[in-house]
């Protein structure tokens, strides 16, 4: 299994990655440029239609977006502990924050639900990812604004952002019951699906930038707190809620990916050690086989 997860999952990742780095090393792109077409037209494209077209799921549903986003909730305060406790400046507090809060739950952690659990938990991942998604975007926004300014400033930030516009959109046609005519759904889904890979060579582009972790203590206490702690705090609610099953197998296996590659898209646009937030990328995703295959042994 730990085999497979390497072959199909992470392999990928890196071959992606690696295309953005050999870029960045050969043509000299700017990463920055990039970065902007991510954050203001790719991602907005995929939250929309992702809440546009994911089915809801009953009774499950509720529960799961709740675990969600009280985990994050949960990540934040123990990051926020951690980041006082070592004595950390401000922005590399921030980066702690996106590095331990925010999970790699799509293009690495639903294929991993599927490979582990099947169908069913594939189901139930999805809402946890949607909900997932739309706070990460949100108070990953919020985070990373709040590095060089107050909260009022981030906030007014915030709300100014397409990806935020897009999640209230979304909200609000389905609620109405609109369908978007298809003209206009159709180059939405082609943007979406361009958000995940443009993400990824985004995020070797950054390696190049950033090379090894010259902060490697650091890095490896972040990335444990997101690899170990993150898994737990989701059990944890999980059991608060009363989820169980496929339901949880779903919740607590997305909490234990590593560091979402969103989180350098964020480092990167607001400027929050971007390097440090890469390298925990890097680690967290180099170390993930070591601690899901047991996770998803204790889970069977």
């Known amino acids: 299994m730990l085999l497979e997860i390497f072959l199909h999952d992470i392999v990928p990742v890196f071959l992606i990655a690696g295309a953005g780095l050999a870029l960045a090393r050969g043509v000299g792109t700017q990463v920055q440029a990039l970065t902007h077409v991510v954050f203001y037209i790719l991602i907005p494209a995929l939250v929309f239609e992702m809440l546009m077209t994911t089915p809801s799921l009953g009774a499950d549903a509720p529960g799961l977006a709740a675990v969600a986003g009280l985990a994050m909730v949960s ?29 790699n739950t799509g293009n690495y952690g639903l294929p991993v639900v599927h490979l582990a659990f099947g169908d069913a938990a594939l189901a139930r991942a999805t809402v946890f990812f949607v909900a997932n998604s739309v706070l990460t975007y949100a108070l990953g926004t919020l985070i990373a604004a709040g590095a060089r300014g107050g909260t009022l400033e981030a906030w007014q930030r915030l709300w100014r952002l397409p990806t935020v516009q897009a999640v209230v959109l979304a909200l609000a046609l389905r609620a109405l019951g609109v369908t978007v005519p ?31 972790p010259t ?11 997101s690899l170990v702690i993150s898994p737990l705090v989701a059990y944890g609610w999980c059991l608060v809620f009363g989820i169980d099953g496929p339901s949880r197998q779903a919740a607590v296996l997305l909490s234990s990916m590593p560091v979402a590659v969103t989180t350098t898209i964020l480092a990167v646009e607001f400027d929050v050690s971007p390097a440090l937030v890469t390298s925990a990328v890097l680690v967290s995703t180099v170390l993930s086989p070591l601690t899901l295959t047991p996770l998803i042994a204790w889970l069977r």
Request: hydrophobic residues 65%; positive net charge.
């Open 182 to 212: 298809e003209p206009v759904m159709h180059p939405v889904s082609l943007l979406s699906d361009a958000a995940l890979p443009t993400m990824i060579l985004v995020l070797g582009m950054q390696l190049y930038a950033a090379g090894w």
């Open 75 to 103: 990540m934040v305060v123990i990051g926020a502990a951690l980041g006082a406790g070592l004595r950390l400046s401000r922005i590399d507090t921030r980066a702690l924050l996106l590095i331990v809060t925010f999970s």
């Open 215 to 225: 902060r490697l203590p650091l890095v490896i206490a972040a990335v444990a707190v």
